[in-house]
């Protein structure tokens, strides 16, 4: 029988990052992905390739949640852009109406396209209302910052407090995700579930950002933790797979280059 995976996200027009990601990470790590659409996201290629943002409408995410949940029975969810109150509204409603085994929440907190009102407000939300049921959550560096309240993460030590405080708002388990811009020459993610801490290492893979790396995380995860594995053990080969994913990048016509999940086969 194929673990089944669920994702409520954004679809990202180019195809490199957002729900296409998910459902491609679910696929090449052996599951059966099933998808809510939240908004849609096509960058602008007549405008430095800058974001658009377009909210779907909560009762149309409500009606693709009611069909996900009844055609299926699903356990393990990865919340991606949500990007408006009022999505977040529906997806927190909805994600108490059942009882998850995990909830995996990639906290995307500045949606751009949006108006800076806006984007603190569905920071709030976001904080209020999804954080506290996650069972996993994976910011990004500059994530973990307006997470944890702190001005600079630089080191380890920076890491695991972040990764204390980010606890402290709900979360079961908390990974931050260094990236690039964490100093030195490792891509150093950490690891808290509440009593211990764990660092994963890898050697940077260039210095720039690459498109679907963060969903690919989350989702390889998600993945991971379908099929029974701890959560370390998620966290750990999903970071192998999503390096590799970076290795084997995608170029286009676009200043970013993105990641493919398939070069893990």
């Known amino acids: 029988m194929v673990d089944l995976t669920y994702a409520i996200a954004g679809s990202e027009a180019t195809g490199g990052a957002g729900l296409q990601a998910d459902l491609k990470?679910?696929?090449?790590l052996g599951t059966y992905g099933i998808g809510t659409i939240t908004c849609i996201v096509s960058f602008d290629p007549k405008s430095d390739w800058g974001?658009?943002?377009?909210?779907?409408?909560?009762?149309?995410i409500a009606d693709q949640i009611e069909a996900a949940t009844a055609a299926h029975d699903l356990d393990t969810v990865k919340v991606g852009m949500l990007g408006t109150t009022a999505t977040i509204d529906v997806v927190a409603e909805a994600l108490t109406r059942q009882p998850w085994r995990?909830?995996?929440v990639d906290p995307v907190l500045i949606c751009k396209g949006q108006e800076p009102g806006a984007a603190l407000d569905t920071d709030a939300a976001l904080r209020r209302q999804i954080l506290p049921l996650a069972t996993v959550v994976t910011p990004n560096l500059f994530e973990a910052k307006i997470l944890s309240g702190m001005e600079t993460i630089e080191s380890v030590s920076?890491?695991?407090?972040?990764?204390?405080?980010?606890?402290?708002?709900?979360?079961?388990?908390?990974?931050?995700?260094?990236?690039?811009?964490?100093?030195?020459?490792?891509?150093?993610?950490?690891?808290?579930?509440?009593?211990?801490?764990?660092?994963?290492?890898?050697h940077k893979v260039g210095t720039e950002r690459v498109?679907?790396?963060?969903?690919?995380?989350?989702?390889?995860?998600?993945?991971?933790l379908a099929k029974g594995a701890d959560a370390v053990a998620a966290v750990r080969t999903a970071k192998e797979f999503t390096t590799a994913a970076i290795i084997g990048r995608r170029t286009a016509h676009t200043p970013f280059d993105s990641v493919w999940q398939g070069t893990s086969r």
């Open 25 to 28: 990470t679910f696929q090449q």
């Open 158 to 202: 920076d890491l695991a407090e972040a990764a204390r405080r980010i606890a402290d708002l709900g979360p079961g388990v908390v990974v931050i995700k260094g990236g690039v811009d964490f100093p030195g020459d490792e891509a150093v993610d950490m690891v808290f579930d509440g009593e211990q801490f764990t660092t994963l290492r890898a």
């Open 102 to 104: 995990h909830i995996v």
């Open 211 to 224: 498109s679907g790396a963060g969903c690919t995380l989350a989702a390889a995860i998600t993945a991971e």
């Open 51 to 60: 974001h658009r943002f377009v909210p779907i409408t909560p009762e149309v």
